[in-house]
Antibody
Framework: EVQLVQSGAEVKKAGESLKISCKGS????????IAWVRQMPGKGLECMGI????????TYSPSFRGQVTFSADKSISTVSLHWNSLKASDTAMYFC?????????????WGPGTWVTVSS | SYVLTQPPSVSVAPGQTATITCGGD??????VHWYQQKPGQAPVLVVY???DRPSGIPERFSGSNSGNPATLTISRVEAGDEADYYC???????????FGTGTKVTVL
């Protein structure tokens, strides 16, 4: 079964660092771009950017450039999303999703999401 | 920045047709994807490349993009179609994805 499994919910304080992860299975993980998508409480979807695990090529969406860092460890089929210094406004659900050329680069497989709560 | 505008809400009776619009600059020249998101769940792709359906998506879901706006049509609406729906495009030049503002579909 093709799936993305994400790390568990996090509760942090403002100013702390955090890394959440997304592990793929059931397909050649290194050959598909992975997107990170933020959904703030009660709000819509925002694409933060995409990463290609095969060579760690990254494109950040303009609104998120400099705010977060993506990384990949292809040996364990995992990509990560990292914050150096969290803000209360980072409180959100974070999804990873697979970008697939077979569906015209839409996101065909989604992880269940990681809920991040940041208290001030 | 590029904005995709959707109506906040659409209400429809069971068995009727729901039409969700997605407006954006020059959208007819872009490939539009649509996602369904039910409460507490991850989004699901229901239409890609304007008009195509992934395997497993009912034929009741159809898309078009022959002008502005692009549209997602849900025919013979069922209670299980109640969800938020988002359109999406790839913005070339700045190389990033943009999601629409989202539409909540309520089945009366």
């Amino acid at each position: 079964e093709v799936q993305l499994v994400q790390s568990g919910a996090e509760v942090k304080k403002a100013g702390e660092s955090l890394k959440i992860s997304c592990k793929g299975s059931g397909y050649n993980f290194n050959m598909y771009w992975i997107a990170w998508v933020r959904q703030m409480p009660g709000k819509g979807l925002e694409c933060m950017g995409i990463i290609y695990p095969g060579d760690s090529d990254i494109t950040y969406s303009p609104s998120f450039r400099g705010q977060v860092t993506f990384s990949a460890d292809k040996s364990i089929s995992t990509v990560s999303l990292h914050w150096n210094s969290l803000k209360a406004s980072d409180t959100a659900m974070y999804f990873c999703a697979r970008r697939d050329l077979a569906v015209d680069d839409a996101f065909d497989i989604w992880g269940p999401g990681t809920w991040v709560t940041v208290s001030s | 920045s590029y904005v995709l505008t959707q109506p906040p809400s659409v209400s429809v009776a069971p068995g009727q047709t729901a039409t969700i619009t997605c407006g954006g600059d020059n959208i007819a020249n872009k490939s539009v994807h649509w996602y369904q998101q039910k409460p507490g769940q991850a989004p699901v792709l229901v239409v890609y490349d304007d008009t195509d359906r992934p395997s497993g998506i009912p034929e009741r879901f159809s898309g078009s993009n022959s002008g502005n706006p692009a549209t997602l049509t849900i025919s013979r609406v069922e209670a299980g179609d109640e969800a938020d729906y988002y359109c999406q495009v790839w913005r070339s030049g700045t190389d990033h994805y943009v999601f629409g503002t989202g539409t909540k579909v309520t089945v009366l």
